[in-house]
T-cell receptor, first 116, second 112 residues
């Protein structure tokens, strides 16, 4: 099966500019996640979608970050305006329930954002 | 709140065994995972263990879970240079939406 696709691979922007990232999950995966991974740290969940709906966005800085999942498939994550501390890798992942109750994640390669 | 801790660095010689440790605070965890991240890549699921198991073996990988002490470990037998990467412990909590918390990662360096 095809993996989780993300674009762009790299992005460099100036602070106060806006940026958007795109994610196409594995076909049939109902759950989609956006994680922020700052250099040297583990991934931090920003937002989790179940089909079209948001089930957890408690750590999403809503004053500048927004995300949507169109028709329960592709998703975009936007930052407006960007700050220096937003420099990180933004990882998208998707998952589905297995027959044994195992919920595996598949991650995309990520988008490396540098804010200067 | 929930927390997952790991030691940040581990260095081993090629052919030796590596043991990467993880501790967590949430007692309602259901699944516990080990992910591998190579430079410039996303996270790759290596293995997982369900919380009612003590041990799981998968080829060179052995996962041990001590639920009482909330301690998880990953043993890599016959460590190879290709095993050099960052290893993340992750814990799935029993919530209505199965939240997963990641540790900070352990950077494994394999010396030839």
């Amino acid at each position: 099966e095809a993996g989780v696709a993300q674009s762009p691979r790299y992005k460099i922007i100036e602070k106060r500019q806006s940026v958007a990232f795109w994610c196409n999950p594995i076909s049939g995966h109902a759950t989609l996640y956006w994680y922020q991974q700052i250099l040297g740290q583990g991934p931090k969940l920003l937002i989790q979608f179940q089909n079209n709906g948001v089930v957890d966005d408690s750590q999403l800085p809503k004053d500048r970050f927004s995300a949507e999942r169109l028709k329960g498939v592709d998703s975009t994550l936007k930052i407006q305006p960007a700050k220096l501390e937003d420099s990180a890798v933004y990882l998208c992942a998707s998952s589905t329930r297995g027959t044994g109750g195992y919920y595996g994640y598949t991650f995309g390669s990520g988008t490396r954002l540098t804010v200067v | 709140g929930e927390d997952v801790e790991q030691s940040l660095f581990l260095s081993v010689r090629e052919g030796d065994s590596s043991v990467i440790n993880c501790t967590y605070t949430d007692s309602s965890s259901t699944y516990l995972y080990w992910y591998k991240q190579e430079p410039g890549a996303g996270l790759q699921l290596l293995t997982y263990i369900f919380s009612n198991m003590d041990m799981k073996q998968d080829q060179r990988l052995t996962v041990l879970l001590n639920k009482k002490d909330k301690h998880l470990s990953l043993r890599i037998a016959d460590t190879q240079t290709g095993d050099s990467a960052i290893y993340f412990c992750a814990v799935r909590m029993k919530t209505s939406y199965d939240k997963v918390i990641f540790g900070p990662g352990t950077s494994l360096s394999v010396i030839p």
